[in-house]
């Protein structure tokens, strides 16, 4: 695998990626990217819109390949009808400011809420998240009622970290506040340690992946402040999502995907989601074999055309 930021080589298409960012509602400076999509004959109705929203101690550069590739392929850019993709640095990733005061899932779902409400993405939107980023589209359908989404996607996320009576099939690693401990232990003590084990556990060979690349992500992750994401944990481990999509989920469809050899959270765990939303909505479950938790790293190409045709009414059962 390789990846260049530079702009990929197509027929039909182009883009212009534009940086930008706002000020949330307590003055923190979210930053994201915009790529514009721009065809030579755009067809009637270009009106779907993509956010990306990244995990835990990730950054908007996870989602790179997964752009790119989705970028480079013109049929595949025709059936999604996509005119607008946008790639969110949440607060304290990446290029955002983090909250010296702490963090809590609720406060990232509120800055979902503003960059909806400012950007106004056109036409149907489809907000994807990937770990973390599930917990945030949850918190915001309690909070907002999925305002402005049309779609969702969910990337390798159980509706509870946390062991509860009855629950086993949350977290493989962060089960019991005693595990919370030795996380926020561990980023206080090595930052740098912690950030390079991170692909270890995220990826099923790390080393097959392009070394440049690689070290671009784990520069990312050296970005974030310890004590924040330690604190953002505490919060976002012990959250339950499951009565919220069994009880308040509506209208919105779901793409529910999991790494068959994920060593974050069981498959199943996963799947749990799609028996939570029943038949109350549209849901697919897609399993990706050899692949861990960061699975649109791991096979980029899929995974943009997994999220297109899901776009597009045609989930992959």
């Known amino acids: 695998f390789f990846f260049s930021e530079r702009s990929p080589r197509r027929a039909m298409s182009s883009f212009t990626k534009t940086p930008k960012s706002f000020a949330a509602k307590d003055g923190t400076a979210i930053h994201y990217d915009h790529y514009a999509v721009h065809r030579s004959n755009p067809s009637e109705g270009d009106t779907n819109s993509l956010l990306l929203i990244h995990g835990w101690s990730g950054s908007s550069k996870y989602y790179s390949p997964a752009v790119f590739a989705l970028l480079d392929d013109d049929e595949l850019l025709a059936r999604s009808k996509l005119s607008d993709i946008y790639v969110l640095d949440l607060r304290g ?57 049309e779609n969702a996607v969910f990337v390798d996320q159980a509706p509870l970290q946390y062991e509860a009576e009855g629950w086993t099939l949350g977290s493989k690693g962060l089960r019991t506040p005693t595990d919370l401990a030795n996380l926020q232990q561990a980023l206080a003590t090595d930052m740098v340690a912690f950030a390079a084990g991170n692909a270890e556990c995220c990826l099923v060979s790390p080393n097959s992946l392009d070394a440049d690349y690689m070290q671009v992500i784990t520069k990312e992750t050296l970005k974030c402040d310890p004590g924040f994401l330690g604190s953002l944990m505490a919060d976002h481990t012990q959250r339950d999502w499951r009565g919220t999509l069994r009880d308040k989920w509506e209208r919105v469809s779901v793409l529910n995907m999991a790494g068959a050899e994920s060593q974050i959270f069981p498959v199943e765990g996963v799947k749990h989601i799609n028996d939570l939303l029943g038949t109350k909505v549209r849901h697919a479950f897609e399993v990706y074999e050899n692949c861990s938790h960061w699975l649109y790293i791991e096979r980029p190409k899929k995974f943009a055309e997994s999220v297109v045709d899901f776009i597009a009414g045609a989930p992959k059962e």
Do not use: N
């Open 93 to 149: 990733h990446g290029r955002s400011r983090f909250t010296e005061t702490g963090c809590e899932v609720k406060d990232l779902a509120q800055d979902l809420r503003e960059f909806i409400a400012r950007e106004a993405p056109p036409g149907r939107l489809t907000v994807c998240g990937s770990s973390m980023g599930v917990a945030i589209i949850c918190c915001y359908c309690e909070l907002f009622d999925l305002q402005g989404v």
